[in-house]
Nanobody, 122 residues
Framework: QVRLVESGGGLVQAGGSLRLSCVAS????????MAWFRQAPGNEREFVAA????????YYADSVKGRFTASRDNAKNTGYLQMNSLKPEDTAVYYC???????????????WGQGTQVTVSS
């Protein structure tokens, strides 16, 4: 059974930082891109960041560029999203996803986690 499990969400004040983790299990993810999406109440799920298997290529939404950093440790089947300088508008449920190619839309990913809540207070 394929599983992606996120952790690290929580409540933080504006300007603060959080690091999300996503542990993958159940199959090999060699060659897979890992991505992060988020969904705020009343909004559609939106792309946040993605990182290729190599860890060299990353891609970010304009809204988080310069503040968020995606990384991964393939030996641990784990991806990370370091979020700095958080803003109230970053409040959302954050999901990790895995897929064979780097895409900035949700249909491009085959596997999803259950999500972790991030709340940024002003």
């Amino acid at each position: 059974q394929v599983r992606l499990v996120e952790s690290g969400g929580g409540l933080v004040q504006a300007g603060g930082s959080l690091r999300l983790s996503c542990v993958a299990s159940g199959r090999t993810f060699v060659g897979y891109t890992m991505a992060w999406f988020r969904q705020a109440p009343g909004n559609e799920r939106e792309f946040v960041a993605a990182i290729r298997w190599s860890g060299i290529n990353t891609y970010y939404a304009d809204s988080v560029k310069g503040r968020f950093t995606a990384s991964r440790d393939n030996a641990k089947n784990t991806g990370y999203l370091q979020m700095n300088s958080l803003k109230p508008e970053d409040t959302a449920v954050y999901y990790c996803a895995a897929g064979p190619l780097l895409r900035d839309y949700s249909e491009g990913y085959d596997y999803w986690g259950q999500g972790t809540q991030v709340t940024v207070s002003s």
